[in-house]
């Protein structure tokens, strides 16, 4: 198991940007794949961006890919998610989240350790 807790979320202005941290504790973080996923008010949460374990791989939703950009550094425990050209769309609560795992899932549902999430508001 690991424990994992985000922090950078904020308001910030459409066009903006935003650095996302996701500090985990545990023996088997290098041994999970890691993601962003994110809850808007009224709607399901979805997957934004997963790394593999080393790093060498990352997949992205389509509604983010190019604007978003997940890393991880393995001595520090951390994943990261660097936000870009933000749009009032992307107002939601973002979970990391983690699973042991050699592949990366895209779904809610692969993952069994979530932080508790952080708020992130783009204003027009």
């Known amino acids: 198991q690991v424990q994992l807790v985000e922090s950078g979320g904020g308001l910030v202005q459409a066009g903006g940007s935003l650095r996302l941290s996701c500090a985990a504790s545990?023996?088997?973080?290098?041994?999970?794949?890691m993601a962003w996923l994110r809850q808007a008010p009224g709607k399901e949460r979805e997957f934004v961006a997963g790394?593999?374990?080393?790093?060498?791989?990352?997949y992205y939703a389509d509604s983010v890919k190019g604007r978003f950009t997940i890393s991880r550094d393995n001595a520090k425990n951390t994943v990261y998610l660097q936000m870009n050209s933000l749009k009032p769309e992307d107002t939601a609560v973002y979970y990391c989240?983690?699973?042991?795992?050699?592949?990366?899932?895209?779904?809610?549902?692969?993952?069994?350790?979530w932080g508790p999430g952080t708020q992130v508001t783009v204003s027009s």
């Open positions: 790394i593999s374990r080393s790093g060498s791989s990352t």
């Open positions: 545990g023996r088997t973080f290098s041994s999970s794949v």
């Open positions: 989240a983690a699973r042991v795992s050699v592949s990366i899932g895209t779904t809610p549902k692969f993952y069994n350790n």
